[in-house]
């Protein structure tokens, strides 16, 4: 398994972007898959986006609509989540996390290793 550590979170205005970075840590990152997931107060956690382990796949839910976009340098061991044209409702927390399987892995149960988050708040 690898261990993640999610980092780039803050405090941000309605429009703005923010850019967040996962740094794995152990062997193997550049064989999972790789996927963003949040989790706001009182709700549960919900995917985001996700990556192959090549980088050349990626899967985004719904709600993304082209604001984000995920990206991961297999040489540094990095997962990137650029937002964009962010909206109050993306207030939450944001978590990456490994998979074994393909990129089509959307649940948090086809994850196996997690970090432990970084809050992600826009707000004006």
């Known amino acids: 398994q690898v261990k993640l550590v999610e980092s780039g979170g803050g405090l941000v205005q309605p429009g703005g972007s923010l850019r967040l970075s996962c740094a794995a840590s152990?062997?193997?990152?550049?064989?999972?898959?790789m996927g963003w997931f949040r989790q706001a107060p009182g709700k549960e956690r919900e995917f985001v986006t996700s990556i192959s382990a090549s980088g050349f796949s990626t899967s985004d839910a719904r709600f993304v609509q082209g604001r984000f976009v995920v990206s991961r340098d297999n040489s540094k061991n990095t997962l990137y989540l650029q937002m964009n044209s962010l909206k109050p409702e993306d207030t939450a927390t944001y978590y990456c996390?490994?998979?074994?399987?393909?990129?089509?892995?959307?649940?948090?149960?086809?994850?196996?290793?997690w970090g432990q988050g970084t809050q992600v708040t826009v707000s004006s």
């Open positions: 996390a490994a998979s074994q399987l393909g990129v089509t892995a959307t649940t948090p149960e086809e994850y196996d290793s």
């Open positions: 152990g062997r193997g990152f550049s064989s999972y898959s």
